[in-house]
């Protein structure tokens, strides 16, 4: 069974960073890629970043370009998002997923919180 387990969320001023972990355990049997999204309260979820498994080839939402990071670790099956230049529009659930193709995300984590303050 695949579990997918998100950690490094919290509490942090505008301006700051945050790196945020996302476990997977029992290897899915199609790993595309992962992907982050987010979900901040009244709004709908929304892709953050993603990146592919083997070549490692990322992507970014616009609103996060040139300030959070998306990165991997094969050999943990571990992926990595580190945020920096925090903003108060950044406050959300942050959650991964992984990618099973071009197209589909299954097995999402639980997210977690990050919250930015002004």
């Known amino acids: 069974q695949v579990q997918i387990v998100e950690s490094g969320g919290g509490l942090v001023q505008a301006g700051g960073s945050l790196r945020l972990s996302c476990a997977i355990s029992?290897?899915?049997?199609?790993?595309?890629?992962m992907g982050w999204f987010r979900q901040a309260p009244g709004k709908e979820r929304e892709f953050v970043a993603s990146?592919?498994?083997?070549?490692?080839?990322?992507s970014y939402a616009d609103s996060v370009k040139g300030r959070f990071t998306i990165s991997r670790d094969n050999a943990k099956t571990t992926v990595f998002l580190q945020m920096n230049s925090l903003k108060p529009e950044d406050t959300a659930v942050y959650s991964c997923a992984v990618r099973v193709n071009l197209v589909e995300y299954k097995y999402w984590g639980q997210g977690t919180q990050v919250t930015v303050s002004s």
């Open positions: 990146i592919t498994w083997r070549g490692g080839s990322t």
């Open positions: 029992g290897r899915p049997f199609s790993l595309y890629g």
